[in-house]
T-cell receptor, first 115, second 112 residues
């Protein structure tokens, strides 16, 4: 069964703690992305990666970090520096190196709640 | 400023009826326009993608149109089903920039 998996589906964390969201894909896609979705707002790009060992900041990278050590994996760490981390986080991937004609395929999302 | 605006914000229709969702954009230079369907609590799924030269594209009961002159797109859903209840998001890509401009979506509810 091919696709993108994100885990966990629901995540709770205490204020001041770092937390890492998992994203794995077996589509052999080069590019991967992390988005944040809040009620009443469009998707906002946090980070993206076009190739292993390389990644770029998106529009709202502050308080987040990523790594791309393997083609299949693109974990996102929400640090304590992120002031409003409660949100729905979506991971996506696309087949070529992030050109504008790519279709992005999304995972099921992780809902993070800070207590 | 690159923007994508969708209307209506929400829509309720009866099962079996047709509906049309609108997307207006001010994105330059335009590269392509996508429609995504997002079920509640799930990731978006691509329905159609259209480039500048395409003005109609269908995917089953979904038909998207694009007027690049007026910078408008529509998504027409025919013979709606309960499973069509979701948010429909219009996304425009600017030039060769991999950054996508996302609309806020239209929330569609199909009632029996």
């Amino acid at each position: 069964d091919g696709g993108i998996t994100q885990s966990p589906k629901y995540l709770f964390r205490k204020e001041g703690q770092n937390v890492t969201l998992s994203c794995e894909q077996n589509l052999n896609h080069d590019a991967m992305y992390w988005y944040r979705q809040d009620p009443g707002q469009g998707l906002r790009l946090i980070y993206y990666s076009q190739i292993v060992n390389d990644f770029q900041k998106g529009d709202i990278a502050e308080g987040y970090s990523v790594s791309r050590e393997k083609k299949e994996s693109f974990p996102l760490t929400v640090t304590s520096a992120q002031k409003n981390p409660t949100a729905f986080y979506l991971c996506a991937s696309s087949s070529s190196r992030g050109t504008s004609t790519d279709t992005q395929y999304f995972g099921p999302g992780t809902r993070l709640t800070v207590l | 400023k690159n923007q994508v605006e969708q209307s209506p914000q929400s829509l309720i229709i009866l099962e079996g009826k047709n509906c049309t969702l609108q997307c207006n954009y001010t994105v330059s230079p335009f590269s392509n326009l996508r429609w995504y369907k997002q079920d509640t609590g799930r990731g978006p799924v691509s329905l159609t993608i259209m480039t500048f030269s395409e003005n109609t594209k269908s995917n089953g009961r979904y038909t998207a149109t694009l007027d690049a002159d007026t910078k408008q797109s529509s998504l027409h859903i025919t013979a709606s089903q309960l499973s069509d209840s979701a948010s429909y998001i219009c996304v425009v890509s600017a030039g060769n920039n991999r950054k996508l401009i996302w609309g806020l979506g239209t929330s569609l509810a199909v009632n029996p």
